[in-house]
């Protein structure tokens, strides 16, 4: 089975979960886009109905008005019933990395506000340490004095040999969030210890704006490997 199958096979599952009438966080990335077009797919046949659709990104708005899913916001649905979402990593406890695709900050908006949250992987996503694998932890940033802030990051995790590095666009140009932000990705040789306490620590940086950890969000992850699928609950 190659990734994106394995990626589709979490993705039904976790539309299973779905039941008509619900407030639905839409998630962002190859893996939710899966999900995404399996509920627009089971509205079309008739399968769901009553759904509303939150989503976590432009891209995925995009994607769910093509699909004809009815979208509101988390103005008018301050409660989502249910989120579904992928992650770049996932550790024992079901904390998350997430951010690489460069939503992080409209995805744990609305997956804060969610009653149950499934995270959808394939099983590469798995890690036994968050931030440990070399791969970027992603921090959204105001633009303002962006080097500032970065310099603060890196220096803060310079015991775990931290690089921060600004997320760059196609054309080298400063990578810009759907909010107007900016994101620099932390590349850590060790993980971060205690994640808590990092979290904090990193929120406490004025021009930060949030993180791509996302601790003890995930009600439930659905793993897809080559040997079938395992579902963790919290
Ligand atoms: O950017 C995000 O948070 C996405 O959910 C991402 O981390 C997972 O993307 P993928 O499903 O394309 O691997």
Redesign the pocket.
């Known amino acids: 089975l190659t990734q994106d199958e394995l ?1 589709k096979i979490a993705a039904y599952k976790a539309v299973e979960f779905v039941e008509s009438g619900m407030v639905l966080g839409l ?7 899966h999900a995404v077009d399996r509920i627009g797919e089971l509205l079309r046949l008739g399968k769901l109905k009553n759904i509303v659709g939150i989503p976590t990104s432009k891209k995925t708005q995009e994607q769910a008005l093509s699909l004809g899913i009815p979208l509101s916001d988390l103005d008018s649905h301050p409660t989502v019933d249910l989120a579904i ?4 990593e996932v550790d024992p406890h079901l904390n998350l ?8 900050l409209r ?1 744990k908006m609305v997956e804060g506000a969610c009653k149950k949250f499934v995270c ?3 099983e590469s ?1 798995l890690v036994n340490h968050l931030g440990g694998s070399g791969l970027a932890m ?1 921090v959204e940033i105001v633009p303002f004095c962006w080097e500032f802030t970065a310099r603060k990051l890196q220096n803060m995790f310079e015991d775990s040999g931290c690089v921060a590095k600004l997320r760059n666009g196609a054309k080298g140009e400063p990578f810009v969030t759907d909010n107007g932000n900016y994101i620099v990705d932390l590349y850590l040789q060790k993980n971060m210890g205690d994640l808590r306490v990092a979290s904090d620590a990193i929120l406490r940086i004025a021009g930060v704006v949030e993180h ?1 950890m996302f601790l003890d969000m995930a009600t439930t992850v659905i793993v897809a490997g080559e040997l079938g699928i395992t579902i963790k609950n919290k």
């Open positions: 990626k998630g962002t990335g190859s893996t939710a886009k979402d992928g992650a770049d990395v997430k951010g690489r695709g460069g939503s992080l995805e959808i992987v394939d996503k992603p791509g």
